[in-house]
């Protein structure tokens, strides 16, 4: 009898310890509870590169249409990278192209500059006199093709054009980069942009625009003697990469009925194609998408405004609308009295010193400039290049005012 007592009181004892340590388990889990979630948050937000892209991926999706700083909010530590090729007579328009980034951009520029080894040194002196206010660096390459078939790439298109293919290969620790032609100019910030990064599904590794909004004008559905992608083809002068999925994809082709990567893809199409094309490494990229078009984001004309959407009449109803987010002076424009409207975008951008005021040294000058060019088609919608312009000025004063 007193062994079974004894037995009882051993029995209730453990039960007693055992609700005692559930206990304080219990309390233990719901007292770090908000700094485990927040953990789980920080790590979803900063995530490590590569990788970045395809969790800003996921991110985007789920937070579909939520404004236009998704990317922003969500990775705020993140650094954007941009890249440009300048062979020639390209020092001063690329300058001029990077100081438009810096004027209104919010998250830190990390510029990735392909120059021929006689600009180096030019690019060094001007970019030091930059006012960086800590939030750009710059990084600066030879221009740099596979030995073993420089010469063909070299002489594609352009000189160095075809640069950009190799970006992905070059720069293997960069997850995404924005590559834009050195005919650029920012007329708000890169952030938004790169905002479309988050915005990718599953299969998209790359965004560009439409060649062309209006097929009775367009070049590659009129003329193209190769594989196009969509219905008037695409611009690469600003191109979006996530380049850690390019890095992984494997691209179907006309070639073979094995896919292959993109380093192992290049000089094939080249050989095949190289007498049927005309923009060079542009329609290669037109190609390739034409059979990966799973692949492709395609973003609206006013991220990659250029003279054919006003020459022959208005025709990117996004910059009617809105205003002109990127503008592109392709064909000399900005250098010559043809388009006069670009002309002076250019050389507004071009003459602004940093730390002037924006309303008096930069808008204004510029009204004036555009008003005087309303007997050309572009002119006659000249508002569209200076709405977008002006909002983003009232929108960096605004966070500067707020930051007091």
């Known amino acids: 009898m007193r062994r079974l007592a004894r037995v009882s009181l051993l029995c209730l004892g453990c039960a007693v310890c055992s609700l005692l340590y559930g206990l304080s388990q219990l309390a233990l889990s719901l007292e770090q509870e908000p700094s485990g979630g927040g953990g789980r948050e920080r790590q979803a937000r900063e995530p490590?590169?590569?990788?970045?892209?395809?969790?800003?991926?996921?991110?985007?999706?789920?937070?579909?249409?939520?404004?236009?700083?998704?990317?922003?909010?969500?990775?705020?530590?993140?650094?954007?990278h941009l890249a440009v090729v300048a062979c020639g007579e390209r020092l001063e328009e690329t300058v001029t192209m990077l100081r438009s980034a810096i004027i209104f951009s919010i998250k830190p520029l990390h510029f990735h500059i392909f120059a021929e080894d006689q600009l180096h040194e030019s690019f060094k002196d001007i970019l030091e006199e930059f006012p960086y206010e800590g939030k750009v660096n710059y990084t600066i390459y030879p221009i740099t093709f596979p030995s073993e078939s420089a010469a063909e790439w070299k002489k594609l298109f352009k000189p160095c054009a075809s640069q950009r293919l190799f970006l992905p290969l070059i720069l293997k620790n960069v997850d995404s980069l924005l590559y834009v032609d050195t005919d650029i100019l920012f007329l708000r910030p890169v952030d938004d942009i790169w905002s479309f990064l988050g915005k990718f599904n599953s299969t998209q590794i790359a965004a560009m625009a439409p060649e062309h909004e209006e097929p009775r004008i367009g070049w590659y559905n009129r003329f193209a003697r190769h594989?196009?992608?969509?219905?008037?083809?695409?611009?690469?002068?600003?191109?979006?990469?996530?380049?850690?999925?390019?890095?992984?994809?494997?691209?179907?082709?006309?070639?073979?009925?094995?896919?292959?990567?993109?380093?192992?893809?290049?000089?094939?199409?080249?050989?095949?194609y190289k007498l049927n094309i005309t923009w060079g490494d542009q329609d290669l990229l037109n190609i390739m998408f034409f059979h990966n078009p799973e692949s492709l984001y395609v973003f609206p004309?006013?991220?990659?405004?250029?003279?054919?959407?006003?020459?022959?009449?208005?025709?990117?109803?996004?910059?009617e609308e809105?205003?002109?987010?990127?503008?592109?002076?392709?064909?000399?424009?900005?250098?010559?009295?043809?388009?006069?409207?670009?002309?002076?975008?250019?050389?507004?951008?071009?003459?602004?010193?940093?730390?002037?005021?924006?309303?008096?040294?930069?808008?204004?000058?510029?009204?004036?400039?555009?008003?005087?060019?309303?007997?050309?088609?572009?002119?006659?919608?000249?508002?569209?290049?200076?709405?977008?312009?002006?909002?983003s000025v009232r929108d960096l004063y605004a966070r500067r005012s707020k930051g007091r």
């Open 48 to 80: 490590a590169t590569p990788g970045a892209g395809r969790q800003a991926g996921s991110a985007g999706r789920g937070a579909a249409g939520s404004g236009r700083y998704d990317y922003m909010k969500t990775h705020p530590s993140e650094k954007m």
């Open 301 to 319: 004309c006013q991220w990659n405004y250029r003279p054919d959407h006003c020459i022959y009449g208005s025709n990117c109803k996004a910059a």
């Open 322 to 391: 809105e205003g002109i987010f990127i503008l592109h002076g392709n064909r000399g424009v900005y250098h010559d009295d043809k388009q006069p409207t670009f002309r002076a975008v250019y050389e507004a951008i071009k003459n602004y010193s940093f730390g002037d005021d924006l309303v008096h040294s930069l808008l204004q000058p510029l009204e004036r400039e555009l008003q005087k060019t309303t007997h050309t088609y572009c002119g006659r919608v000249y508002k569209v290049f200076i709405k977008q312009l002006t909002k």
């Open 227 to 272: 594989p196009y992608y969509g219905v008037t083809g695409i611009n690469s002068g600003v191109m979006l990469m996530n380049m850690t999925r390019i890095r992984r994809k494997y691209f179907k082709n006309d070639m073979t009925p094995v896919r292959l990567q993109w380093g192992e893809i290049l000089m094939p199409l080249l050989k095949k």
